[in-house]
């Protein structure tokens, strides 16, 4: 891990996830938290590559409402490791060839169950203006460009990271070409 053998200094990382695996690796990690820099932060994020999206809808909406409804659950209620065991237990029976350490998902459910419900009491829910407030600190920052990092070649629209470092960023976008309706779905979730 380059991080460990001095590769690199920072990394994003989810603290209930990542922070845990080095929690129990004996890592101590010096966190800075976005919100404490004045980024909008908060989103309960599932990623998928669109091959799997298409391929996989059904049992992508099954797991997701399955999370939303385990998530809600474990929200109120007041034993964390029942809800983290629920919680094992239906991600065990809907991906069972997935390979998934159960002590670090308790751990995991443990630290984050507190933050797994909006104010509404909802989960797995996107909020548009979380989005809007995150567009609008890219914007702020300079960082809505019309060049975007990339491994490739450089391009039009494309250089490396140390290109952007470099100021290779391209022109400034106008804050309206990005709408923060285009950044999230949430096309799989149980409708409240």
Not at 26 to 40: A, P, Q, R, T
Request: aromatic fraction near 10%.
């Amino acid at each position: 891990m380059q991080l460990l053998d001095g590769s690199y200094d920072a990394t994003w990382i989810f603290c209930h996830h990542e922070g845990v695996i080095a929690k129990r690796k004996g890592v101590d990690l010096n966190i800075f938290k976005l919100e404490d820099h004045g980024v909008s932060y908060g989103y309960p994020l599932v990623l998928f590559k669109s091959r799997t999206r298409t391929d996989n809808d059904e049992a992508i909406r099954s797991f997701i409402q399955r999370a939303q409804r385990c998530s809600e659950w474990a929200a109120r209620h007041e034993n964390r490791l029942e809800a983290a065991q629920r919680m094992i237990s239906k991600i065990d029976v809907i991906f069972p060839d997935l390979e998934i350490d159960h002590e670090q998902l308790r751990e995991s459910v443990f630290l984050a169950a507190d933050t797994f419900c909006d104010a509404r009491g909802r989960a797995c829910h996107m909020e548009e203006g979380t989005w809007a407030r995150f567009v609008d600190w890219l914007y702020g920052a300079g960082l809505m460009t019309t060049k975007m990092q990339s491994r490739g070649p450089p391009s039009a629209t494309k250089t490396s990271l140390d290109g952007l470092r470099g100021g290779d960023a391209g022109e400034p976008l106008p804050r309206g070409a990005v709408r923060a309706t285009d950044l999230f779905t949430d096309s799989f979730t149980l409708k409240c």
